[in-house]
């Protein structure tokens, strides 16, 4: 007889899914920086960080999605809330016959007028309610309230003062000799090198700046010898040439030449 036939092969697993990519060409104002030959979007192997990841595909190639950043761990828990303070004691009526004043205080006795005890209650309390302090236990009166408790006594008067001396007047300083005059910084030139042109290859850019004779004093302190600028476009930065030649046409650049600096005439020494 015949063998039995084989059984079919299990079928494959699919394919992982691929992570989200990103290749678009919109990077910069009006797309300047898509398809320049220098990629702008910050990630692995750019030279420029001017738009987002995936947005200068043509420069760069595709990029991956990045992953949305973890979701925040909630808050701790609230402590539970304090328990309020304990009620007052009631006020204990007063007597029929009336009390006797208390003392005066004497010198270095009388009652804090800033204390009060765990009920918010201060000496002028216990003045009206328990003069001598003997219904109540001893809740911080009997030494903040020596007047209405009668414990003058053990509250001894504070001697005065001792009189400080007088200090001596400082000695006269003798005049310090004025401190030297710094360097002076040195002062760069530029000339307009070609029109309508860029660099043909960009070596850093130095940031934003209002013209191109502000540019050419970042340039020359940089050591560039070279720079390319927009005047349309002031936003796209300074940027400084490795290699201005063969320059590469755009309507929107200059190639500028940093001259040789000049030092600023040094201020004269006062007299």
Request: charged residues 10%; negative net charge.
């Amino acid at each position: 007889a015949p063998p039995p036939p084989s059984p079919p092969p299990p079928p494959s697993s699919p394919p992982p899914p691929q992570p989200p990519q990103v290749c678009l060409d919109n990077c910069g104002d009006y797309n300047g920086w898509s398809g320049d030959g220098v990629c702008d979007d910050g990630g692995p192997g750019s030279e420029f960080s001017v738009c987002s990841r995936g947005m200068d595909c043509s420069d760069c190639g595709t990029r991956l999605t990045p992953s949305p950043p973890p979701s925040p761990s909630p808050p701790p828990p609230l402590p539970p809330p304090r328990p309020p303070p304990p009620a007052p004691p009631p006020p204990s009526p007063p007597p029929s016959a009336s009390p006797s004043p208390p003392p005066p205080p004497t010198l270095g006795c009388a009652d804090s007028l800033s204390w009060e005890d765990a009920w918010g209650d201060g000496c002028d309390w216990y003045a009206e309610y328990d003069p001598g302090c003997t219904t109540y236990s001893d809740y911080g009166q009997q030494s903040n309230c020596p007047s209405t408790c009668g414990t003058c006594s053990s509250v001894p008067a504070l001697p005065p003062p001792p009189s400080a001396s007088p200090m001596p007047p400082p000695p006269s300083a003798s005049p310090s000799p004025a401190p030297p005059s710094p360097p002076q910084p040195e002062t760069y030139t530029y000339e307009v090198r070609q029109e309508n042109a860029e660099c043909a290859n960009q070596w850093m850019n130095l940031g934003e700046y209002a013209s191109a004779e502000l540019c050419s004093l970042a340039a020359g302190a940089a050591g560039c010898t070279t720079f390319m600028f927009s005047s349309a476009y002031t936003s796209w930065g300074c940027r400084c040439c490795s290699e201005p030649d063969p320059p590469k046409e755009h309507s929107l650049w200059t190639l500028y030449n940093v001259l040789p600096p000049h030092p600023s005439a040094s201020p004269s020494p006062p007299p």
